[in-house]
């Protein structure tokens, strides 16, 4: 298929404008000089992602990715932020020495990943088999072929949760503990 | 579609559940002087979990459940019971140290219990969710009890590099893992077994079973992927870094071998090269750094690395040369539960010897022997099985491996196996020197000698179990033949 045949779908506008604010953002995440400026970029990196997914018809995936990342991770972000009083404003400590190398990894990573891709499938058609898959679908098989994954999934969120607050706790001073108070 | 649930099979897991959740609800209830319930109650719930195992094993049927994605069969048996003595000894080690040092108990019981769960789950799984579910909660729990020394700068310091690379290594895994989804439309190791096949050529698929290796490469701490090894052994609580150093790389191994053995048999020319590459490279690399160690602890760690290239020999060796992968993986997993034990045991001793020396620096252990003959005898015993001196058990090991090379043939695989017969005489002298260093060296500062130093019931309980089973196996290897015979049956399942 040729660039302009494939221009011409208007479909595939939508798709080109996505990608580029996908990419502009992602870009701009690593090289903003303030943490909460990337923190939002990363807001519009991942709505283009969901916007990817929902043109994809995979529209569970696309509201996990907005209620999950973009409702609870970076808000999350930014609450750390505030609460660990790192410094809001421009930050030239933000910019490491040793970027040139990271770079050039992350770049030789795509170019292997795209060609990889490029290679298996050309320009063939993976055409939809089927019906979309709807969420209701998803949850049936949650909890019917992939119920195993499902509930040991729930074990690693309860085992993070537990951990990470004992882990962060104060710890409680041998007298405090003689008054009476449980660790 | 409906699935049925055969909840004898999964009988194991659950006690597993059914004994976490009640070490959870204790931990809330009962008062510090209690607490030790809490420990009593692991305990017992991880050797109640081994009935059902006991149960199904004398049963002997295969049961497959979820489209023969999770199978509990002889080979599903004999890791979970590994897995299980394993983490029961381990929680014998923790008792004390974890009450002794004032740490949060409830919650350390309970995260590694969570642990062990994954493991037995991941024994199971054949398709690429369980198994990737199945790792993650075996290694999760662990980033945070790693750095369970809270005021230790040098324990933030293990959890933190644990947690980086292995949440990296984690995202190399699952790209590997979801490029083979995306190129053979299969999750089930038996579909990935027939789509596969023959397509090593595509650089795809080349690029997805690369990343797959180099993800698990972390997991087992394989060099060139095992620079967070040293440090996290050595600034993690010691029960946890014994945990680190057995079940969860048994649990890495079995999940890379696993698919490599099941899932990918039809493109071995490509991962086995980068095997190969990695048997070598970590049974070098490792021994030579542990020549230069002088903490307890870091010595074990590099150990450990060299006793993974060890581990990888047959399956490489036997892959390069396209000889039946049959033997290799036999071989392999009665390595893995030889290793296992004196492995353990290892650091059992080292947890008792160190609260006479106040230290892991091998000079402290200068002379322990004079003091306390027991000890050093131990050292003895565990430190030669893992050089491989027979009558210990280290020595049937090292002979199962290179058996399975010798079956293989090939002049690559006589290289590689020169390699290891090199590595093993190198690691002999670091082992031998801490056995020296304990029985011949004058102690160069004072023992503590007091009540609290003796190694406390559970401790020494954990000690004759690995001592004997160590002893045990190295008189009669037939003991673990079996391990290497129910992995002949595999079943692919589906």
């Known amino acids: 298929m040729t660039f302009s045949a494939w221009i011409s779908e208007p479909i595939n506008w939508i798709f080109l404008l996505v990608g580029l604010v996908v990419l502009a953002s992602g870009f701009r995440v690593v090289t903003a000089k303030n943490v909460v400026h990337a923190a939002l970029l990363l807001v519009a990196a991942l709505a283009g992602t969901a916007g990817l997914f929902l043109m994809l018809a995979a529209e569970f995936v696309a509201w996990v990715l907005v209620l999950v990342y973009i409702g609870a991770v970076i808000v999350l972000f930014l609450f750390g932020i505030m609460i660990t009083r790192a410094p809001t404003g421009q930050d030239e400590g933000l910019d490491s020495e040793k970027k040139v190398v990271p770079a050039l990894l992350s770049v030789g990573v795509f170019v292997l990943m795209a060609w990889g891709s490029i290679d298996a499938f050309g320009t063939t058609l993976v055409g939809a088999t089927g019906d979309p898959i709807s969420t209701e679908l998803i949850g049936e098989s949650l909890l019917g072929r992939f119920v195993i994954p499902f509930e040991v999934v729930s074990f690693v969120l309860l085992a993070a949760l537990i951990g990470s607050i004992t882990l962060a706790r104060k710890d409680l001073t041998p007298i405090e503990e003689e008054e009476g108070r449980r660790v | ?494």
Do not use: C
């Open chain 2, 1 to 494: 579609m409906t699935f049925t649930i055969d909840y004898l099979a999964l009988a194991p897991e659950l006690v597993i559940v059914g004994t976490l959740l009640v070490v959870f609800t204790l931990d809330m209830v009962l008062t510090r002087p209690k607490k030790f319930w809490i420990a009593t109650a692991a305990v017992a719930g991880t050797a109640l979990a081994a009935i059902p195992l006991v149960i199904l094993g004398v049963q002997g049927e295969t049961r497959s459940m979820f489209d023969g994605s999770y199978v509990v069969d002889e080979f599903a048996l004999v890791l979970k019971g590994l897995f299980i003595v394993a983490a029961y000894l381990v929680l014998l080690m923790s008792h004390h140290y974890i009450e002794s040092e004032r740490y949060y108990q409830g919650e350390y019981y309970f995260l590694l219990l969570a642990s062990v769960l994954g493991s037995l789950v991941m024994a199971s799984s054949r398709d690429l969710i369980i198994l990737f579910i199945g790792l993650e909660l075996t290694t999760a729990p662990l980033f945070l009890l790693t750095g369970w020394r809270k005021g230790d700068a040098k324990s933030n310091e293990a959890s933190l590099k644990y947690f980086i690379l292995g949440v990296l290594s984690t995202a190399i895994l699952l790209y590997g893992m979801s490029f083979l989804y995306g190129l053979t439309g299969e999750i089930t190791f038996s579909g990935l077994a027939e789509a596969t096949a023959g397509r090593g050529d595509e650089p795809a698929m080349v690029m997805a079973i690369l990343f797959v290796i180099v993800g698990f490469g972390f997991k087992i701490a394989a060099v060139p992927f095992h620079f967070w090894a040293p440090d996290t052994y050595e600034g993690a609580p010691t029960p946890i870094t014994a945990y680190l150093s057995v079940n969860s790389k048994i649990a890495g191994f079995v999940a890379l071998l696993l698919m490599l053995y099941i899932a990918l048999p039809g493109v071995s020319e490509v991962w086995a090269p980068a095997l190969w590459i990695l048997a070598a490279l970590s049974m070098t690399v490792g021994n030579l750094s542990a020549l230069r160690q002088t903490n307890i602890v870091r010595l074990l760690a590099y150990s450990s690395v060299a006793q993974a290239g060890f581990m990888l020999v047959p399956f490489a060796a036997a892959a390069v040369v396209g000889a039946d992968l049959e033997e290799a993986f036999a071989a392999t997993v009665v390595y893995l539960a030889i290793y296992a034990v004196m492995n353990l045991g290892a650091f059992a001793v080292v947890i008792a010897g160190a609260r006479k020396t106040r230290s892991g620096e091998l000079s402290a252990w200068a002379g322990l022997a004079q003091v306390d003959s027991r000890l050093g005898v131990l050292v003895a015993v565990f430190f030669f099985s893992l050089a491989g001196i027979p009558p210990l058990a280290g020595w049937f090991a090292k002979f199962a491996m290179f058996r399975s090379v010798m079956i293989a043939g090939g002049t690559t695989t006589v290289v590689l196996a020169v390699i290891a017969a090199v590595n093993a005489v190198i690691a002999l002298y670091y082992y031998a020197k801490v056995v020296k260093t304990v029985w011949v060296d004058d102690p160069t500062g004072e023992f503590v000698e007091d009540v609290e130093a003796a190694p406390a019931v559970s401790l020494r309980l954990a000690l004759w179990v690995s001592l004997a089973l160590t002893v045990a196996i190295g008189f009669f290897p037939a003991l673990v033949t079996f391990v290497g015979d129910a992995s002949r049956v595999i079943a692919v399942g589906g």
